[in-house]
């Protein structure tokens, strides 16, 4: 793309988002004219935008912050549950293998260091464990215990053991049979979901 | 170090002052320091801590430059070699990671989509850095803008007297390159 057709896609895509969305398509249509490239391109551009959400708003240190701490300081014991190795970093905390004792294994998502003074995030974190608390369907994953311990919050939950959809979807094809299968389990949790009155919002590989 | 601290604040100076060549020597200083920082933070065990960018750069920031003798577009320009550098560091770091071989290791626990393992979110920075490449190759000034504030923590104001432009263009090259980025690794 030379770049005057760079800026006049610039000056268009900015005017366009301060506009509502609604009167976007007649902006568009008027100050592209008959110029199909140019208005598919500002409005892939548009879409971008309305979808890209939180998309590297935090910092790169956020992410940073998983892959430099090879061996972060981690709690030994939660509650009744003993710490035995990371599994995940995620937006709002860790998760980490862990048994309670009785000697079973669970998933220990614990709030992140950083959140727990910020009582809206607490919020969140206990709103979502309450959510899936609700639910009881084989497609969901069950929670066992929400709680509050040694200066943090945590949520234990049933440990579930493979690879995650996306990971297979990037290291090859799936069979017909298998996408029918995933998309039934997906459909009919969601369906459970729905009975109780709550709606995903979120839904992703 | 007082003899270091002055040659790093004199460099930022002469750079400031247009001179391309003091950059040149500059951030091979600032790299190493920053470097130092970011293995000093990974052998080091800190409880309840989690890196921090700003934070990292803030404290070479305080080693390396004579506080007293600098003004604030000095410490912009300082900034702004140090997130040039944290994102050599951190992409290095996530292109390590994502390289890791899968063994056979439980790969995800879900509660919901926010939990991801850190080697996915390693490959999507790394995707990201290529991303913003992609973009320098049409744009450099607002891919630099996201190195500015996306790796190195700077504000609108800070990233506008690095690039000197105004804060409007700043806001409205951020909106343009996230949304491009955006779509560039949604393509991918």
Not at chain 1, 4 to 11: F, H, I, M, N
Not at chain 1, 60 to 65: C, E, F, L, R, Y
Not at chain 2, 19 to 25: G, Q
Request: hydrophobic fraction near 40%.
């Amino acid at each position: 793309m030379n770049p005057e057709r760079l800026e006049r896609v610039d000056q268009l895509f900015q005017s366009a988002v301060d506009l509502a969305p609604e009167r976007r398509a007649g902006f568009l249509e008027a100050a592209c004219g008959g110029d199909v490239e140019l208005r598919a391109e500002v409005e892939s551009l548009l879409s971008a935008h309305q979808d890209a959400g939180d998309f590297i708003e935090d910092s790169a240190s956020d992410v940073a912050a998983s892959l430099l701490e090879k061996n972060p300081q981690r709690p030994r014991q939660v509650g009744q549950y003993k710490i035995e190795k990371l599994l995940g970093t995620g937006g709002m905390g860790e998760v980490y293998l862990a048994t309670d004792k009785m000697g079973r294994r669970v998933a220990m998502k614990l709030l992140a260091a950083r959140l727990i003074k910020d009582q809206q995030h607490v919020a969140r974190f206990l709103q979502e464990a309450r959510t899936v608390l609700a639910l009881n369907h084989p497609n969901i994953v069950t929670v066992y215990d929400i709680g509050e311990a040694d200066g943090t919050y945590y949520i234990a939950s049933e440990l579930i053991e493979g690879e995650t959809l996306r990971r297979s979807l990037e290291t090859g094809e799936l069979e017909l049979g298998a996408v029918l299968e995933i998309s039934i389990q997906v459909a009919t949790a969601l369906a459970a979901a729905h009975e109780k009155g709550i709606v995903h919002r979120d839904i992703k590989r | 170090m007082a003899a270091f601290r002055h040659e790093v604040t004199e460099l930022l100076r002469q750079w400031k002052s247009g001179d391309e060549e003091a950059l040149d020597k500059l951030t091979p200083l600032i790299y190493a320091e920053l470097h130092r920082l970011a293995h000093q933070f990974i052998s080091r065990e800190r409880p309840g801590h989690t890196l921090q960018t700003t934070a990292l750069v803030n404290e070479a920031y305080l080693r390396l430059v004579e506080q007293n003798d600098v003004d604030w577009e000095s410490r912009a320009h300082f900034f702004a070699v140090s997130a040039q550098v944290m994102r050599h560091i951190l992409v290095d770091y996530a292109r390590q990671h994502a390289a890791v071989k899968r063994g056979g290791e439980i790969q995800k626990v879900t509660l919901d989509g926010e939990v991801i393992v850190s080697r996915e979110r390693a490959a999507e920075l790394v995707a990201l850095d290529e991303a913003m490449q992609a973009l320098h190759e049409i744009h450099p000034r607002r891919s630099k803008v996201v190195e500015l504030r996306y790796f190195g923590g700077l504000n609108n104001k800070e990233s506008s007297e690095v690039l000197k432009v105004s804060e409007t263009t700043i806001e409205r090259d951020w909106r343009f390159a996230k949304a491009w980025l955006y779509r560039e690794l949604q393509a991918r």
